[in-house]
């Protein structure tokens, strides 16, 4: 995404504004979930 403040991997935001969310895209959520999904299985 970009953001100066991410990742934080937090579950609430420090600075209160939520942006890493608020800008994320369905389509990126689905491109990770593909690249995810297409790893192999841990042994």
């Known amino acids: 995404l ?3 403040c991410s990742p934080c ?3 609430i935001c420090p600075l209160g504004h939520l ?3 608020n800008t994320l895209e369905v389509a ?3 491109a990770a979930t593909e ?3 297409e ?3 841990a042994a």
């Open 2 to 4: 970009g953001l100066s």
């Open 9 to 11: 991997h937090r579950k």
């Open 19 to 21: 942006n890493c969310l």
């Open 28 to 30: 990126q959520v689905a």
């Open 35 to 37: 690249r995810l999904l």
């Open 39 to 41: 790893m192999p299985a």
